[in-house]
C-alpha cells in the first residue's frame, strides 16, 4: 500500500475519531492530509522509501494564532502524539526527520512561509520566478482529507501552477539552453577534443529539455531523482525520457556522435511542434534560438518580458 493510502486510513481510524471526541468546537477550523516533502507525497514511495522518514502520520493545519491560540494548538500537539505508534506494521518515529516536522499539528502560515516565503500563497512576479519549482509542488502534491476552513485548499489553487507570462519566461529560458548546449555546443567541444565538456554539454540539454516538456505539460517537475519517472507519466512528449537516458549514458566516439547529434536534433524538432500546436512560438524554423526569443516576446507583462531571456532558469 502506498504511504498517502496508509496516510488516509491512519487518519480515518485515529485522527478524524480523537478530532470529534476531543476538538469538536475546533473541527470547523481545521484541515487535514498529507502534502509535502517524501516520495509518498507524489506516489513515489517503494520498498525503498521505507528506509527513512516513512511512518503512518498526517499533516494536521491550524490556522492563525488569532483564530487558533497556542494553548489549543498545544493540546492539539499533545493529542497527535499521543495517537497510536504502530499503524500497519510501521512505526511513528520518535525523532524529527532532517528539515523539521512533515506530519503532525502544522500552522498554514507556517507551511506557506517555509515553502513560498508568503504566508497565504500570494506571490509577486519575482517570488513566482525565483522560487524552487519543487517547493511549488510540495504546496500542491499529495491530498487533502478534509478542509472545514478551506485556507488551505485556496492556498493550494492560488499555487496550482505558474501564471502564463512566468510560464514563458521559464520555457524560454529552458529552450534558450537547448538551443546553445545541443544544437551548438555539443557538437563544437567535440570539435575541439573537449569529451567531458561535450559530455557536460549533453547534460545540459538534456535537464533544460525536461523542463521545457514540464513547461508545455503545465506540470511543476519534481526533484531530479523522481524527474524521470514523472516524465514518462506526462501526457506529452513523455517518450522523449528514452531518448534523454540514450543521450546521458553512451559515449561520443565515432558514428555515435552523429547519431547522438540526430537525437538532439529530433528531441528539438519535437518541442518545436509542440511549441507551434500551443500557439507559443511565431518562428517557422528548426532553431531552438529564435524558437526561445519568440515565446519571450509573447509575455504580456514587459516587467517579465524585458528580463533577462534566462532570468528563470
Not at 512566468?166 to 529560458?173: N, S
Request: proline letters at 4%.
Amino acid at each position: 500500500m502506498k504511504g498517502l493510502d496508509i496516510s488516509r486510513a491512519y487518519f480515518e481510524q485515529h485522527g478524524r475519531p480523537m478530532l470529534e471526541e476531543k476538538f469538536p468546537d475546533l473541527l470547523p477550523l481545521l484541515a487535514a492530509g498529507l502534502v509535502g516533502e517524501g516520495s509518498e507525497c507524489s506516489r513515489y514511495d517503494d520498498e525503498t522509501s521505507r528506509d527513512h522518514d516513512f511512518e503512518p502520520g498526517f499533516c494536521l493545519f491550524l490556522p492563525g494564532e488569532d483564530v487558533i491560540d497556542r494553548r489549543s494548538a498545544f493540546l492539539l500537539e499533545r493529542a497527535y502524539s499521543a495517537l497510536p505508534r504502530e499503524f500497519m506494521g510501521l512505526k511513528r518515529s520518535l525523532m524529527q526527520p532532517v528539515g523539521g516536522a512533515r506530519r503532525g499539528v502544522i500552522r498554514i502560515q507556517d507551511f506557506l512561509t517555509a515553502k513560498t516565503g508568503t504566508p497565504d500563497g500570494r506571490l509577486t512576479p519575482e517570488q513566482w520566478l525565483a522560487l524552487p519549482e519543487q517547493s511549488l509542488l510540495e504546496c500542491v502534491n499529495g491530498e487533502i482529507f478534509f478542509d472545514n476552513s478551506g485556507e488551505i485548499t485556496a492556498a493550494r489553487e492560488r499555487l496550482a501552477y505558474y501564471p502564463e507570462d512566468v510560464r514563458r519566461k521559464k520555457l524560454a529560458g529552458a529552450l534558450l539552453i537547448m538551443a546553445q548546449a545541443g544544437q551548438y555546443n555539443y557538437v563544437r567541444c567535440l570539435s575541439h577534443g573537449e569529451a567531458a565538456a561535450a559530455q557536460l554539454a549533453v547534460f545540459e540539454f538534456v535537464r533544460a529539455a525536461v523542463s521545457a516538456i514540464f513547461l508545455l505539460n503545465k506540470k511543476y517537475m519534481p526533484y531530479y531523482k523522481w524527474s524521470f519517472r514523472a516524465l514518462r507519466a506526462l501526457p506529452e512528449l513523455s517518450l522523449e525520457a528514452e531518448l534523454f537516458e540514450l543521450l546521458m549514458t553512451t559515449d561520443n566516439d565515432g558514428e555515435r556522435r552523429d547519431e547522438k547529434y540526430g537525437i538532439i536534433e529530433g528531441i528539438a524538432a519535437d518541442v518545436i511542434d509542440a511549441l507551434r500546436e500551443k500557439g507559443l512560438s511565431e518562428a517557422t524554423c528548426g532553431d531552438l534560438e529564435k524558437h526561445a526569443y519568440s515565446v519571450n516576446d509573447g509575455i504580456v507583462d514587459p516587467g517579465i518580458r524585458n528580463l533577462h531571456i534566462l532570468a528563470a532558469v
